[in-house]
């Protein structure tokens, strides 16, 4: 599996935010089995982040490498869509835990 860069946009610790960072640890941890790179950047303490990447709507989670670049917004809580948005396959059966693995498809 390619190594996931995820950056995550909040603005504030609100419960909406903490919820978001809450949901993607766990979709990391279960479907990703250490193959990512996470990283939680709060509009409050750095506005010029979200300038620089466009973002309107938080919590909005980014998806950078590998390519394409994948936007999802909220709070992350529909693991099957957010999967789905990152596009990645799970193989295990759905007792136990997961493996996530990437698939390099082109099309959203």
């Known amino acids: ?10 603005a504030g610790h609100t419960p909406r935010s903490e919820r978001a960072i809450r949901n993607l ?5 279960r479907d990703l089995a250490g193959c990512y ?11 010029e982040a979200g ?7 938080t919590p909005t989670l980014i998806k950078q490498m590998p390519l ?9 809580s529909n693991r099957d869509s ?3 948005g990152l596009d990645i396959l799970s ?3 759905s ?11 082109g099309d959203v």
């Not at 599996?1 to 909040?10: A, E, G, P, Q």
């Open 25 to 29: 640890r766990g979709i990391c941890e």
């Open 91 to 93: 193989d295990a059966p």
């Open 68 to 76: 394409p670049l994948r936007r999802i917004i909220g709070d992350l």
């Open 82 to 84: 957010v999967v789905a």
């Open 37 to 47: 790179d996470m990283q939680v950047i709060d509009l409050v303490e750095n506005p």
């Open 51 to 57: 300038d620089r990447n466009r973002i309107v709507v």
């Open 1 to 10: 599996m390619s190594k996931l860069v995820l950056r995550l946009y909040i």
């Open 95 to 105: 007792e136990g835990p997961v493996r996530g693995r990437y698939r390099g498809r």
